[in-house]
Each structure stands twice: as structure tokens, then as C-alpha cells.
């Protein structure tokens, strides 16, 4: 079984341009989330989604940063404009459930390393 | 809310011998608690995770973890440690706001075995 794939695994642009963020999650999953590392910090939360459907965006920094799962498979994550401060490791996950429990596991993606310059 | 401390940023090793990380949380009711692994270049891993069923938690390679309420400890432990091993480890816990999982990370710790 494939796992939880993200698409580039690295990507270096300028302050100001757009970048864009795939994640495939494992087949059957209805629940993908977004994660970020920036440089130092902890892995944060961005947010979640239900199949196609936004549960929790809480976590998002910005109106700079647009999410999207069409058709409940796979989500792109796109930045614009991108900042210096949005430089970190962004990770995907899913879980298969309903998302409502505790204990579930999440299966986490490798993860792109975006650099801002 | 849900928070996590990891007490150690970095832990240094030799091969061979006992592995200690330690954790402690905050929960305002009975947690869901998670080891993850990242080892370079790869992804998170779960090493093993804790759902109330019984306090001592057996993961993936020789790892174990204990859950201790009176400390509010989730430590990861390890009785050998293998060059294998070195790699960042995040201590995990899951709250549900609103009815949806969510994960709050440690901020890691960096284990380096030595020969």
C-alpha cells in the first residue's frame, strides 16, 4: 500500500512569487491534514479536511494561503504571495475514520522543504 | 488546551546502552499521547501510541513508553540503543476542538548514538 506522498519534495523561489504544494493521501482516507515546521519551531497544525470539506482551518497563518481538496482525493496547498517567514517544512497526513477520535493515527507524508529567498 | 514539553532538546548516546526521552503534558482529561520518529530525509513515523488501554505502551523497534497520570509523563525508553536509532523523536497529543482530531507537537528531541 502507498503511502502518503507529497510533491516537491523541495522547492526554492523568491519572495513575492507563488508556490503551490501537493499532497496524495493514502488511498481510502478521508481525513487529510496540513502541518508546518518553520525553522526552530514546533510542528504546527495548519488544517483539516473531511473528504472535500474544510472541518478545521484554524491553524492557517493567513489569507495568503489557500487550500483545496477537489473531489475529496488529493489537496494542494498554494502560498501566495510567498514571505521570507513562510520557509519551513510543510507535512501532509491522513487518517481513515471519521476523524472524530482521539486515538486514530495519522500517517504523515515526507514532507516539502520550502525556502523562501 | 492541550500542550506537550519535551525536556531535552538533544540526547547523546553510546551504542548499546539505555535510551531515555522524556515527556510531559498538559490535558484538561485523559489524553491521547503519540511517539512519532523522523529520521533524515524520511517522514514521520509512529512509534507507538497511547489509548488508555494499558499504561505501558510497546512500539517499533525496542521502543517503549510509559504513561503516568500522577506525572503527567509519557517518557520513551529504549533498553539498547542502535546507530540506527539516531533521529528526532516528537512527543504527541491529540485534542479533538469542535469534534475533530487535531495533533500538538513537542518541539522534538535529536538523538545522536555514538560508536
Not at chain 1, 15 to 37: A, E, F, M
Not at chain 2, 10 to 19: A, D, I, K, L, N
Request: aromatic share 12%; with cysteine; charged share 20%.
Amino acid at each position: 500500500e502507498a503511502g502518503v506522498t507529497q510533491f516537491p519534495s523541495h522547492s526554492v523561489i523568491e519572495k513575492g512569487q507563488t508556490v503551490t504544494l501537493r499532497c496524495d493521501p493514502i488511498s481510502g482516507h478521508d481525513n487529510l491534514y496540513w502541518y508546518r515546521r518553520v525553522m526552530g519551531k514546533e510542528i504546527k497544525f495548519l488544517l483539516h479536511f473531511v473528504k472535500e470539506s474544510k472541518q478545521d482551518e484554524s491553524g492557517m497563518p493567513n489569507n495568503r494561503f489557500l487550500a483545496e481538496r477537489t473531489g475529496g482525493t488529493y489537496s494542494t496547498l498554494k502560498v501566495q504571495p510567498a514571505e521570507l517567514e513562510d520557509s519551513g517544512v510543510y507535512f501532509c497526513a491522513s487518517s481513515p475514520g471519521t476523524g472524530a477520535s482521539l486515538w486514530e493515527t495519522q500517517y504523515f507524508g515526507p514532507g516539502t522543504r520550502l525556502l523562501v529567498l | 488546551a492541550q500542550s506537550v514539553t519535551q525536556l531535552d532538546s538533544h540526547v547523546s548516546v553510546s551504542e548499546g546502552t539505555p535510551v531515555l526521552l522524556r515527556c510531559n503534558y498538559s490535558s484538561s482529561y485523559s489524553p491521547s499521547l503519540f511517539w512519532y520518529v523522523q529520521h533524515p530525509n524520511k517522514g514521520l513515523q509512529l512509534l507507538l501510541k497511547y489509548t488508555s488501554a494499558a499504561t505501558l505502551v510497546k512500539g517499533i523497534n525496542g521502543f517503549e513508553a510509559e504513561f503516568k497520570k500522577s506525572e503527567t509523563s509519557f517518557h520513551l525508553t529504549k533498553p539498547s540503543a542502535h546507530m540506527s536509532d539516531a533521529a528526532e523523536y516528537f512527543c504527541v497529543v491529540s485534542e479533538i476542538p469542535g469534534g475533530y482530531n487535531k495533533l500538538i507537537f513537542g518541539a522534538g528531541t535529536r538523538l545522536a548514538v555514538h560508536p
